[in-house]
């Protein structure tokens, strides 16, 4: 078939969804001559050697599952994602290996990001463990399940630091701080590929979206970002470093660009930092149509799709700008296969960055053991999935995950031989429970919290109070609780009980991809309810359930107490309401500042010192006139426990430390209450004089503890030069000598502190 009309049928196949116009060129079985054994190397430079222009185009080449056919797969097209139907796969894959000519596997890939089947706490809620064990285990059953489905590549762990609640894709990451993000990043990555990624319950890695996509403009999906060198490296760059020093063997470039450069077409990002600096090996995919993106509006060569930065004039101008800069993949659009034999012979590419993409999409493929082991028995898939110990698993990551942000009085825990009644528009919900990406997941797996507490409390009633349904464009808005025609009956039933959970928030589509909100206030009368439940003068708590950081500060004034459950999987109920009669005692810590207002977003602990700190008593300063405070209305690192912890006897090791010496800070933590619980031991330094401004807080070490009533542990942390030194305005990492400033305690705003200096 010709090129041209191969480019027409991929264009149909962009522009209606519809399967390629393809047909079948590829014939005569070559025996690749792959001897199991040899190093993966040299399988790598042995197969490329035989590949034709034509089929090294094709590796080059990403397929939604809407796209693929088996033509495709004959072809060679280097990898396929979204598909998640074990049959499908197995047989596309029984056609690339059996029928392309040189029986190259296709690498499957789909976004596990909190859970394949058995659904975990959304990341953001996992981050709030402070556990990166969390992390762990559901990377490791995500990959588990996964890879069982003959998928060996993950879009995930998404570890973009964001200060942006209004962004919904907040939900997906770890937050605001860069060390947690990189522990978190870390153990997913360890989770899901543990030391050999070609295991068959494992798969490889693609931390996302490289880089900074987490501080769009205005919190708005796609939007641009502008940033200095400092902060990029400082503050955004740390997770995917951690990623990729964990082994992540794939990284995705992002949509957004940087100080006018789009992350699929930007050389410094893709190639001098991850592929140079960091020694990445890997390959880079672009992000959904990322690469025809590059392009000037409106569209040209093909005159339709996806266009819009304008740092390429046209199809082959896109191909040539992201390729150079080292995107190794294109996902969905198809520039590289249909424009690089051009853009070869034009000499704008050359055949020795081509070879490097394919050989780093190979490589993965060989260690993924996809030569060996291109096929799974996918009649065993189904029984794998949602398993006994991955249930568990979950329902302990929902636990640890929750926050307590309040609880006067003791309102919590709720006694379980008194009568409940489960209120709201999220009271008796699966759907929402699973969050913004649930993969494989589906409603009926999980625990709605009405169920869960009526298993815990058999004398449990529900009311809805109002709908809470969301809808994207072009449908009419969201009907966001917005009519108050159920609240008497709420009302009603809560006055028959003893005591109310009300289950509030958003829907998991408010949340996510594309779900930018510029009012980041509990939706529609949701407020009204809680008034009108408040009213009753019952104890009542305020089980949240949202993917972003919300602006609570009426809730606050309105409740004696707020669990923040995020959107926690699978086992939402039965994790609610192990918090909630105290089976459990939430430990969880908010990885992510919540505002008062909008208006102070963005608003993050680790920010810079000004010459005028914030003083809301006096007018030259960096203040709102209009709110009487500089605090947000719950500090990155904070929760509550039912018990009470203390936090004391800091120690160092040393108050000096040589730049290649280490310093050892420990602290006594001691439950000073009447009940086991953890409590999160958070370590932050500071650097009073650098030379250029350092945060005025950030976090060096957490250790999350259990402890019985009375038991007192000591923690301790090490700090060295990756502690205290930083980045300066040229990208170089500096360690500069004087004095740090050490605070321990259990939130940023910790007050035990301590100081040694660094030495010349
Ligand atoms: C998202 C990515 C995701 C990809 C494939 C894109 O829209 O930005 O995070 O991996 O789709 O599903």
Redesign the pocket.
């Known amino acids: 078939m010709s090129g041209g009309t191969r480019k027409l049928g991929r264009r149909l196949v962009l522009a209606a969804a519809a399967a390629a116009l393809s047909a079948l060129v590829a014939s005569g079985v070559v025996a690749s001559g792959q001897a199991s054994g040899t190093s993966v190397e040299s399988r790598v430079d042995s197969l490329v050697s035989k590949m034709t222009l034509d089929e090294k185009l094709e590796q080059l080449q990403l397929e ?1 599952d809407w796209q693929v056919n088996d033509d495709e797969a004959r072809r060679g097209v280097g990898g396929v ?2 598909l998640t139907d074990p049959e499908k796969i197995d047989h596309l894959q029984h056609v690339a290996v059996e029928q392309s000519r040189l029986h190259i596997p296709i690498l499957f ?3 596990t ?1 909190h859970g394949f089947r058995t659904v975990f706490p959304i990341p953001l809620g996992e981050a709030s463990s402070f556990d990166p064990n969390v992390a762990h285990a559901d990377a490791h059953y995500g990959a588990r399940e996964t890879a069982v489905t003959g998928i060996k590549q993950i ?2 762990p ?1 570890v973009d630091v964001s200060h942006e609640p209004r962004w919904g ?1 907040i939900s ?1 990451g770890a937050g605001e701080d860069p060390y947690l993000g990189s522990a978190m990043a870390a153990a997913r990555v360890h989770g899901a590929q543990g030391n050999d990624y070609g295991a068959p319950h494992r798969v490889v890695t ?1 931390p ?2 490289f880089a900074a ?1 987490g501080q769009p403009e205005g919190g708005r999906e796609y939007n641009t970002t502008d940033m200095s060198t400092q902060r990029l490296w400082n503050m955004y760059l740390p997770p995917f470093k951690a990623a990729v020093d964990a082994g992540a063997g794939t990284v ?1 470039c ?2 957004n660009a940087i100080n006018g450069v789009p992350g699929c077409g930007n050389h410094e990002t893709e190639t001098e930092i991850l592929k140079q600096r960091w020694g990445f090996d890997g390959f880079v995919e672009s ?2 149509t ?1 690469v025809a993106e590059l392009r000037t509006c409106p569209a040209k060569n093909p005159d339709s799709g996806p266009c819009g930065h304008g740092v390429a004039a046209d199809g082959p101008d896109a191909a040539r700008v992201a390729l150079n800069a080292g995107t190794d993949q294109e ?1 969905v659009s198809t520039n590289y296969v249909d424009f690089g034999k051009q853009l070869l012979a034009e000499h704008k590419i050359t055949i020795a960055r081509i070879d490097d993409a394919v050989r780093r999409i190979l490589r993965v493929k060989f260690r993924a053991g996809l030569f060996d082991h291109p096929y799974v028995d996918w009649r065993r898939a189904e029984a794998q999935q949602l398993k006994p110990d991955a249930v568990a698993a979950a329902r302990e990551a929902a636990r640890r995950s929750m926050v307590l942000l309040k609880n006067d009085n003791k309102t919590l825990p709720l006694d379980p031989t008194k009568s409940v009644a489960v209120i709201g528009p999220l009271a008796n919900d699966q759907h929402d429970m699973l969050g913004p990406w649930w993969g494989v997941g589906r409603d009926q797996d999980a625990v709605s919290v009405f169920d869960g507490i009526k298993a815990q409390d058999p004398n449990t009633t529900f009311a809805q109070g109002c709908t809470i349904v969301d809808r994207d464009p072009p449908d009419p808005p969201n009907d966001e609780c917005g009519s108050d025609a159920g609240f008497d009956q709420a009302v009603a039933t809560a006055r028959a009980a003893d005591q109310v959970v009300l289950a509030l928030g958003e829907t998991r589509g408010e949340s996510g ?2 779900e930018s909100r510029s009012n980041i206030d509990l939706p529609g009368k949701q407020q009204e309810l809680i008034d009108r439940i408040k009213a009753l003068g019952k104890p009542f708590v305020v089980v949240l359930f949202n993917g972003r950081p919300l602006t609570l500060e009426k809730v606050d004034a309105a409740s004696p107490a707020i669990l923040e459950a995020w959107f926690p999987g699978v086992q939402a109920g039965n994790a609610v309401a192990d918090l909630l009669f105290g089976k459990a005692n939430p430990g969880g810590k908010l990885p992510v500042t919540f505002p008062r207002s909008v208006g102070q977003v963005p608003i993050y602990y680790n920010h810079e010192p000004t010459g005028r700190p914030c003083d809301p008593t006096f007018k030259w300063n960096s203040r709102y006139r209009d709110i009487p405070t500089c605090e947000p209305l719950y500090p990155f690192g904070y929760g509550l426990s039912y018990t009470t912890f203390s936090i004391t006897n800091l120690q160092l090791s040393s108050h000096t430390m040589r730049p290649r010496g280490a310093v050892r800070a420990s602290v006594d933590v001691t439950n000073t209450g009447s009940r086991a619980g953890d409590e999160v031991v958070q370590l932050y330094i500071h650097d009073p004089v650098a030379s250029i401004e350092q945060p005025v807080r950030r976090l060096r070490g957490f250790e999350r503890v259990t402890l019985a009533p009375g038991e007192t542990k000591t923690v301790s942390f090490r700090l060295d030069r990756s502690d205290v030194g930083f980045y300066d305005n040229s990208g170089s990492f500096v360690v500069e000598p004087g004095q740090i400033d050490v605070y321990a305690g259990d939130s940023s705003k910790a007050s035990l502190t301590d100081s040694f200096t660094v030495t010349p």
Request: glycine fraction near 0%.
């Open positions: 939604a994602f979204s890939a789909f976004d990001i879009y995930s998404m894709r997906e693609s996302k979206h996509y995705m992002s949509f992000d959904y990322a996902m991809e594309a």
